[in-house]
């Protein structure tokens, strides 16, 4: 049931005022700045750092079971990453100054205004996942790497381009946010017809035109809406609203581009591979991944990729080719892969979390440790230094996870369902093969 939250009045202060979402912006700044401090130099003992322990166990947590689900892309709208690139780039802090952008303020090129460069971003981090995620000093690499590259790109290129094309993070938040309960939308089409110089898109003294590129007036999907709240400021109609809404309310609308069916095969292909190396029983394939460089690593590379942007597109190909057949449909093979590839958003996001739930349960005890001693240096500064590692809730582990695959398949064949329907063609092979996906993930999970 749509609920629009902004009808709300002290909603709508607390969104369009400038100062909590700076509050919090400020907040996420100093523990990502802290966080690459600890990288460097605390301990290299990975759960013993605050960057490890933060990063890629507090942090993951809370965006994947949380926030991506539940806010879509919340965690975008409070991100550190792009702050100072923006503010330089506005040459202001708060409200438009009222003169142009600074620097260059170049335009994205066409042939680049898709979803590859992320899909290979996130490829390249996910091929060196292993070390990223265990030793401190790489990930504070990458996270000053993509601090500079999205302020680099702030004074070079006009509004968010290292968010909408660069940022790894931003293609899987962006695919999921499309199953979250919540949605920013104008409220009346007409209006914009009729609204003359477009100051969501635009910029006015009252905020800045849509940081993301794209036009507020027009937004069916939640995928490249960083939820600023910029239009919410700008809008001199009143005319944008923050609404809560039924989960997957944009997948209803099947995906035509291949970029983003790729970015769904990604995305389940690596939650699957990454339930094998980490929580599976082959120590090969384990010590194939971490040996960055060896042999063996450049075998897990290729085996990666053949997965997939091979077999895992190959056997969807084949069902979509089934189901073509079987209905005797007119659409073309391409439209119907892509459309299908819609079905994988909620089975992808289920992966995740399932797969999420074992490292996230099993290691949150080191956050209590790692925040009284961040750098690993002996401090103990709130008195949980000492409290021994130990897993959180594990005998409620297998039963969540069934839940959630068992969950997700459903969702996945009620999308199906829907997208079958939009080009005619029979989902069954699809959920065939979603469900032959799904026992797969159980069994590297249980
Ligand atoms: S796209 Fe990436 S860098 Fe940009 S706000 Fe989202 S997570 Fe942060
Ligand atoms: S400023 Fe408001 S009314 Fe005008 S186009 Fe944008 S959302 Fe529509
Ligand atoms: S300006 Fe509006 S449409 Fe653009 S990213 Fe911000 S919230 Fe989304």
Redesign the pocket.
């Known amino acids: 049931m749509h609920c629009e939250l902004t009808r709300f009045p002290l909603i709508k202060a607390l969104l369009k005022n400038r100062w909590p979402q700076l509050l919090i912006w400020i907040v996420m700044l100093v523990g990502f700045l802290f966080a690459i401090l600890s990288g460097f130099f605390g301990t290299p003992v990975g759960n013993r750092n605050f960057g490890i322990v933060f990063v890629w166990i507090a942090w993951w947590a809370v965006l994947i079971l949380v926030s991506v689900p539940v806010f879509g892309?919340g965690?975008?709208?409070?991100?550190?990453?792009?702050l100072p690139g923006e503010w330089l780039q506005r040459g202001a802090i708060m409200n438009p100054p009222g003169n142009k952008p600074k620097w260059y303020n170049l335009r994205w090129p066409n042939k680049l205004r898709n979803i590859w460069l992320q899909n290979l971003t996130f490829t390249l981090v996910a091929l060196f996942s292993s070390v990223i995620l265990t030793t401190p000093k790489v990930t504070a690499i990458v996270l000053v790497a993509?601090f500079f590259l999205?302020i680099g790109m702030s004074m070079v290129f006009e509004r968010?381009t290292?968010?909408?094309y660069i940022?790894?993070?931003?293609g899987f938040?962006?695919l999921y946010a499309q199953a979250a309960p919540l949605e920013l939308r104008v409220k009346d089409k007409g209006i914009c017809l009729t609204c003359k110089d477009k100051p969501c898109y635009n910029g006015s003294l009252a905020g800045y035109g849509c940081p993301w590129d794209i036009f507020p007036g027009g937004l069916t999907k939640n995928t490249y809406c960083?939820l600023c709240m910029e239009c919410l400021r700008t809008c001199p109609y009143e005319n944008i609203a923050v609404n809560t809404r039924p989960f997957s309310d944009d997948l209803a609308k099947p995906s035509t581009r291949m970029d983003e069916a790729f970015k769904a095969f990604i995305m389940l292909g690596a939650a699957m591979i990454y339930a094998g190396v980490f929580l599976g029983p082959w120590g090969s394939l384990k010590l194939a991944a971490y040996s960055v460089g060896s042999m063996s690593w450049f075998g897990y590379l290729l085996a990666f990729l053949a997965f997939i942007f091979g077999l895992l597109p190959a056997l969807f190909l084949g069902a979509v080719w089934i189901g073509n057949k079987l209905s005797q449909a007119t659409a073309a093979l391409k439209k119907s892969f892509t459309a299908f590839a819609t079905a994988l958003v909620p089975l992808g996001l289920m992966f995740w979390v399932a797969f999420s739930l074992s490292f996230v349960l099993t290691n949150a005890a080191y956050i209590f440790s790692s925040l009284s001693d961040p750098f690993g240096w002996g401090w103990n500064l709130f008195g949980t230094a000492a409290i021994p590692w130990q897993p959180i809730l594990i005998t409620l582990l297998v039963p969540l996870q069934t839940l959630v695959l068992v969950g997700g398949l459903l969702w996945t064949a009620s999308t199906a369902r829907k997208a079958g329907s939009e080009v005619k063609v029979s989902p069954v092979p699809v959920i065939v093969f979603s469900t032959a996906a799904t026992i797969a993930m159980l069994g590297l999970l249980l």
């Open positions: 892309r965690w975008c709208s409070v991100c550190p990453i792009p993509m999205a968010l290292f968010c909408r940022c790894p993070v931003s938040i962006g960083g």
